[in-house]
C-alpha cells in the first residue's frame, strides 16, 4: 500500500507546478523542499533580482493549474516585441505580437512572486502534503514501489518518484543517471536598470562577439539585463563601479533606450549546458534542471520545464495510473530529443554569433536582414516565440 501515487522531490517552480499538475489529475502527491518556504507573497515595490520570461504556452498551463490568478497582475509585465541585432550589421530582426494577431508574445514575471501564486494553489489542494526541511538519505526502489528516506529518518512510498530538485539533483546522483555536460565559458552579470526612455514593452538583444546583452521589460519601467559575456569580459564588469558599469551597458547596448541612469547590485552565474543521459530510472523520473538545463539566451529555461510538467500530465492521463512504464518511456523520449534540440541550437547560436570574420559577419547580416524581409518567415518565428520565447 502506498503512502502516496507520487513523490516530489524539490518545490521550486517546476516542482510545484508538477505536484499541483498531478493533484489535480487526482493523484495523492506528497511534495519534499529541504528549503523552507514562502508563507505569503512577499510585500514591497523591490522588484526580486530573479526574473523569468513566461511563454504564453507556460501561463497557459500556469492558469490551468489556478496559479496564474493568484498573482498580483500590477507586477506582470506584457512583452509585446523583439528586437535582436549585432553588433557587427546593420540588419535588424523585428518580431511583434501583433503580426499574428496575438495580444502578447510572453510575460516579464518575479520568480518568487510565481513561486508564492503556486504554493498557494497547492495549499488549496487537499490531497498534497507538503514536507519542507528534510533532505534525502536514501532512496529504495522494487518492481512495486519507490521509497524516499529523509535525513530524519522519514520514509514515503509511492508508485512514482518524479525530481525537479535542479542542476545539482541529489535524485540524478543517487540514482547513478549520469549527465553530458559543458561549460560555454560565460557568465551572465544580471541587474536591474533604469533608462532615460522607457523600454516600451520590448525584449531586446544585441548580439555581441563576447556574449549577447538581452533589456527585458519590468513592470516598474525598468529593464532586467542579462550579459552573458565571455568570462574575461564577465571578469571587467564584475570589477567596475556603478558609474562605469552604467557606461559599458549603455555603449554595448548602442544607447538605444538612452541612458543607464540607476542599475541594482550585480550578480552572475556561469553559463553550463547539461542533460542527464537517462530521464527515467526504474520508477524515477528526472524534469526540470534536473534533467536538462540550457544557455539563457533565449529564455528557455524555465519553460522548458514547464513543458515537462504539461507533456507529463498528458502522458499519465492517457495511462490512467500514476506509474506506467510505456508511457514514461515516451515521455523520455520526446521531451529529451526536444530539449536535446533547445541545447544544440542555442549551442550554435552563441557560436555563430561569436564570428568575427568579416565575411561571415556579412554574411550573417544578409541572412538577418532577408528574414526580417519575409513575412511568412517572421510569422514562423513570432509563432515559435509564442510557445517558447525561444
Same mark, same amino acid.
Given at each position: 500500500?502506498?503512502?502516496?501515487?507520487?513523490?516530489?522531490?524539490?518545490?521550486?517552480?517546476?516542482?510545484?507546478?508538477?505536484?499541483?499538475?498531478?493533484?489535480?489529475?487526482?493523484?495523492?502527491?506528497?511534495?519534499?523542499?529541504?528549503?523552507?518556504?514562502?508563507?505569503?507573497?512577499?510585500?514591497?515595490?523591490?522588484?526580486?533580482?530573479?526574473?523569468?520570461?513566461?511563454?504564453?504556452?507556460?501561463?497557459?498551463?500556469? #492558469?490551468?493549474?489556478?496559479?496564474?490568478?493568484?498573482?498580483?497582475?500590477?507586477?506582470?509585465?506584457?512583452?509585446?516585441?523583439?528586437?535582436?541585432?549585432?553588433?557587427?550589421?546593420?540588419?535588424?530582426?523585428?518580431?511583434?505580437?501583433?503580426?499574428?494577431? $496575438?495580444?502578447?508574445?510572453?510575460?516579464?514575471?518575479?520568480?518568487?512572486?510565481?513561486?508564492?501564486?503556486?504554493?498557494?494553489?497547492?495549499?488549496?489542494?487537499?490531497?498534497?502534503?507538503?514536507?519542507?526541511?528534510?533532505?534525502?538519505?536514501?532512496?529504495?526502489?522494487?518492481?512495486? +514501489?519507490?521509497?524516499?528516506?529523509?535525513?530524519?529518518?522519514?520514509?514515503?512510498?509511492?508508485?512514482?518518484?518524479?525530481?525537479?530538485?535542479?542542476?545539482?539533483?541529489?535524485?540524478?546522483?543517487?540514482?547513478?543517471?549520469?549527465?553530458?555536460?559543458?561549460?560555454?565559458?560565460?557568465?551572465?552579470?544580471?541587474?536591474?536598470?533604469?533608462? @532615460?526612455?522607457?523600454?516600451?514593452?520590448?525584449?531586446?538583444?544585441?548580439?555581441?562577439?563576447?556574449?549577447?546583452?538581452?533589456?527585458?521589460?519590468?513592470?516598474?519601467?525598468?529593464? +532586467?539585463?542579462?550579459?552573458?559575456?565571455?568570462?574575461?569580459?564577465?571578469?571587467?564588469?564584475? +570589477?567596475?563601479?556603478?558609474?562605469?558599469?552604467?557606461?559599458?551597458?549603455?555603449?554595448?547596448?548602442?544607447?538605444?533606450?538612452?541612458?543607464?541612469? @540607476?542599475?541594482?547590485?550585480?550578480? +552572475?552565474?556561469?553559463?553550463?549546458? #547539461?542533460?542527464?543521459?537517462?530521464?527515467?530510472?526504474?520508477?524515477?523520473?528526472?524534469?526540470?534542471?534536473? $534533467?536538462?538545463?540550457?544557455?539563457? *539566451?533565449?529564455?528557455?529555461?524555465?519553460?522548458?520545464?514547464?513543458?515537462?510538467?504539461?507533456? *507529463?500530465?498528458?502522458?499519465?492521463?492517457?495511462?490512467?495510473?500514476?506509474?506506467?512504464?510505456?508511457? *514514461?518511456?515516451?515521455?523520455?523520449?520526446?521531451?529529451?530529443? @526536444?530539449?536535446?534540440?533547445?541545447?544544440?541550437?542555442?549551442?550554435?547560436?552563441?557560436?555563430?554569433?561569436?564570428?568575427?570574420?568579416?565575411?561571415?559577419?556579412?554574411?550573417?547580416?544578409?541572412?538577418?536582414?532577408?528574414?526580417?524581409?519575409?513575412?511568412?518567415?517572421?510569422?514562423? *518565428?513570432?509563432?515559435?516565440?509564442?510557445?517558447?520565447?525561444?
Amino acid at each position: 500500500m502506498f503512502d502516496h501515487d507520487i513523490v516530489v522531490v524539490g518545490a521550486g517552480m517546476v516542482g510545484a507546478a508538477t505536484a499541483l499538475a498531478m493533484a489535480r489529475a487526482g493523484w495523492r502527491v506528497a511534495l519534499l523542499e529541504k528549503q523552507p518556504l514562502l508563507a505569503e507573497t512577499p510585500r514591497g515595490d523591490d522588484i526580486d533580482p530573479r526574473v523569468s520570461a513566461i511563454s504564453p504556452a507556460s501561463a497557459g498551463l500556469l #492558469h490551468t493549474l489556478g496559479a496564474w490568478s493568484m498573482l498580483d497582475p500590477t507586477r506582470i509585465n506584457d512583452i509585446r516585441r523583439m528586437r535582436v541585432w549585432h553588433e557587427h550589421g546593420s540588419s535588424e530582426l523585428d518580431l511583434k505580437a501583433e503580426q499574428v494577431g $496575438a495580444p502578447r508574445l510572453g510575460y516579464m514575471v518575479e520568480n518568487i512572486h510565481l513561486q508564492s501564486a503556486l504554493l498557494k494553489a497547492l495549499r488549496n489542494q487537499a490531497s498534497v502534503r507538503l514536507v519542507t526541511g528534510v533532505s534525502l538519505s536514501a532512496i529504495e526502489q522494487n518492481a512495486d +514501489s519507490v521509497s524516499v528516506v529523509t535525513d530524519c529518518g522519514q520514509r514515503i512510498t509511492a508508485a512514482l518518484l518524479v525530481a525537479a530538485d535542479g542542476r545539482g539533483s541529489a535524485v540524478r546522483r543517487m540514482l547513478n543517471m549520469g549527465q553530458h555536460s559543458g561549460d560555454y565559458q560565460q557568465r551572465a552579470i544580471v541587474a536591474h536598470v533604469r533608462t @532615460e526612455r522607457p523600454h516600451q514593452s520590448i525584449a531586446w538583444q544585441r548580439f555581441l562577439s563576447t556574449g549577447p546583452l538581452a533589456f527585458l521589460p519590468l513592470w516598474d519601467g525598468r529593464s +532586467s539585463i542579462v550579459w552573458s559575456a565571455d568570462n574575461p569580459l564577465a571578469d571587467e564588469l564584475e +570589477s567596475l563601479a556603478d558609474d562605469a558599469f552604467r557606461q559599458q551597458i549603455e555603449r554595448a547596448f548602442e544607447s538605444r533606450l538612452g541612458q543607464v541612469v @540607476e542599475t541594482t547590485a550585480r550578480a +552572475s552565474f556561469p553559463l553550463q549546458w #547539461h542533460s542527464a543521459r537517462r530521464w527515467l530510472a526504474g520508477r524515477a523520473l528526472l524534469i526540470g534542471d534536473a $534533467a536538462h538545463g540550457v544557455h539563457p *539566451l533565449a529564455g528557455q529555461g524555465v519553460n522548458l520545464g514547464f513543458g515537462d510538467v504539461d507533456a *507529463l500530465a498528458q502522458y499519465l492521463a492517457d495511462s490512467r495510473q500514476p506509474y506506467q512504464y510505456l508511457a *514514461l518511456r515516451r515521455f523520455e523520449r520526446q521531451r529529451k530529443a @526536444e530539449t536535446a534540440t533547445a541545447t544544440q541550437l542555442f549551442t550554435a547560436l552563441k557560436h555563430v554569433f561569436s564570428i568575427r570574420d568579416p565575411w561571415f559577419c556579412r554574411a550573417r547580416d544578409i541572412g538577418m536582414g532577408l528574414i526580417d524581409r519575409r513575412n511568412a518567415v517572421k510569422s514562423g *518565428l513570432i509563432s515559435k516565440a509564442l510557445r517558447n520565447l525561444a
